[in-house]
């Protein structure tokens, strides 16, 4: 807190309220939170996890903004851009758009609520722990009820979209839920053994690499850290199928993983057309004998549905969010680490997997990311190294 040097220097309150507001947990953002991790449950025909981030939004409009700050011109002017572009695209293209942006609506409203403090981080952190302990305990309950035998469905539906939310979703519960080493265990312990039963090649790549990041890369300083982020997503996509395939739990993919290089293919003849806007929004998908298969790299999807410039919006608040917590990761703030590793997985998971740039996961990792680093800075407002224990301090 700043120094008082004269009667009418007083102190900051709203600081000092920011230091401490998630002492208490706000039971509406922990429930609605908690219903996120269910991919495949529905209410009045629309997905109940999106539901439960509409809701989210509408209570954060009610809500007042926490001190000062909020949402910076940089991300808020990229998520308004987003939208904008992909309503254009959608109306040149004369395909149904309206679903598709109302999503990316909510998703910029996400990112909007957590940066300016409008949830509870530690409330949200703890719902996104609840709702997936339950989920991956549902889902080790019921392996083998699925057309995915022997791995994690359940209300995940998809082992490998499931394993998108696991660790995505699972690294920022174990970073903001805790508040001491125990309790971070107790959450970290369930989502690692139902990340490691998703049987997801590239989930548990992700994994990996937010626990590398979290003991070393963050260590790095700026451009080391960008190079070994840049080197973990390179990496997914060129490791040698041979290499993969000798790992006996992956060893009888080869089926899907043909049925996958031959929807990339696709992909590409499908944006070998594409105008500088994309071919709108809801297009990302390809058509193999008579069957539809939405596409197999968010990359490629983004770009279907909004051109090269709605992906590098996508990709700057992504970044933006990341390079935002760089000191306080460094100084040992654990939810500033899990913040920057769930950005991490993101990109990872992009790779493989073609609804994850714009969907739920990747704007709670930017909203959790951008709402930690206003409340770093609120409690250090000179930018002075942390008093003892504040680099510790949790959401």
């Known amino acids: 807190m700043k120094k008082i040097d004269s009667p009418w220097d007083l102190p900051d309150k709203r600081i000092e309220r920011a230091a401490v507001a998630d002492r208490e947990i706000r039971i509406t953002d922990f429930l609605l939170f908690a219903l996120i991790p269910l991919r495949s449950t529905e209410a009045a025909g629309l997905p109940l996890n999106e539901l439960a981030t509409g809701l989210l939004v509408v209570l954060a409009l009610a809500r007042p903004q926490r001190a000062r700050g909020g949402l910076p011109p940089p991300a808020a002017a990229a998520c308004i851009a987003l939208v ?224 090269w410039i709605a992906l590098g919006l996508v990709l700057f608040l992504l970044a933006y969010s990341f390079l935002r917590l760089g000191r306080w990761s460094r100084l040992g703030d654990l939810p500033s680490i899990a913040a920057q590793a769930a950005l991490i997985s993101v990109p990872v998971m992009a790779v493989t997997l073609g609804e994850v740039l714009l969907d739920t996961p990747a704007a709670i990792a930017i909203a959790f990311a951008l709402g930690r680093a206003h409340e770093m800075r609120l409690a250090n407002p000179e930018w002075k190294a942390p008093a003892p224990g504040l680099g510790r301090l949790r959401a």
């Open 84 to 307: 904008a572009l992909l309503s254009f695209s959608g109306l040149a293209n004369h395909v149904d758009w309206t679903r598709r942006v109302g999503h990316v609506a909510i998703y910029a409203g996400l990112i909007w609520a957590g940066a300016s403090g409008r949830f509870s981080l530690r409330s949200a952190g703890l719902g996104l722990g609840t709702g997936l302990i339950a989920v991956i305990g549902y889902g080790i309950a019921t392996i083998g009820a699925s057309a995915y035998d022997g791995r994690l469905t359940g209300f995940l539906a998809d082992p490998n979209a499931g394993a998108y939310f696991i660790v995505t979703l699972g690294t920022l519960a174990v970073g903001f839920a805790g508040r001491d080493r125990l309790q971070t265990i107790l959450v970290a312990v369930p989502i690692i053994a139902g990340q490691v039963m998703s049987f997801s090649r590239t989930g548990l790549l992700a994994m990996t690499y937010a626990i590398v990041w979290a003991a070393a890369g963050r260590r790095l300083g700026l451009w080391g850290g960008i190079a070994l982020v840049v080197g973990l997503v390179w990496l997914v996509d060129n490791i040698p199928e041979n290499l993969v395939e000798s790992i006996p739990a992956f060893s009888n993919r080869s089926g899907s993983d043909e049925l996958r290089d031959r929807i990339i293919a696709a992909e590409r003849r499908s944006l070998a057309d594409i105008p500088w806007y994309g071919h709108g929004p809801g297009t990302a998908s390809v058509s193999l004998q008579d069957r539809s298969f939405f596409f197999h790299n968010s990359f490629l999807a983004v770009r279907q549905e909004g051109g």
